[in-house]
């Protein structure tokens, strides 16, 4: 809906930091609190933090997010930082977490199988 790639704040030490800004609206409700960080699976280094939520009637959500890493400085911001105007952005059911929990790989019991020796031959000598 509205993107801020440049958007710079004051750090608490005085410092000028990069904190890029974007609004997006959503038709779902949205049950997650302000002040959360996320992680988008197509951008796994980056953070972005909800600053706001407001429901717009009673058919959209308007999030307000931050990027608070994996942005760039103020002087080299990273090129798409900051979703395009119309781009899909999603977020896992889980917040916090970088896959979703369809996509994790299941952990093997500890057994017969776990304690296998290696097929790979080793050099003589």
Sequence with gaps: MSAEPARTTTSAKGWTIL???FTVGTP???RIEPGRTLICPARPGQRVQITE????GEDATIVVLEVTQGMGTPRKPKAGAVPG???QITTPSTPGTSRS???RRPVRPPGP???RPSS???PAG
């Design 19 to 21: 904190r890029p800004r």
């Design 101 to 103: 929990a369809s996509s």
């Design 85 to 87: 105007i119309g781009e």
């Design 53 to 56: 939520l407001a429901r717009d």
């Design 120 to 122: 790979r031959r080793r």
């Design 28 to 30: 779902d409700l949205v």
């Design 113 to 115: 199988t776990a304690a």
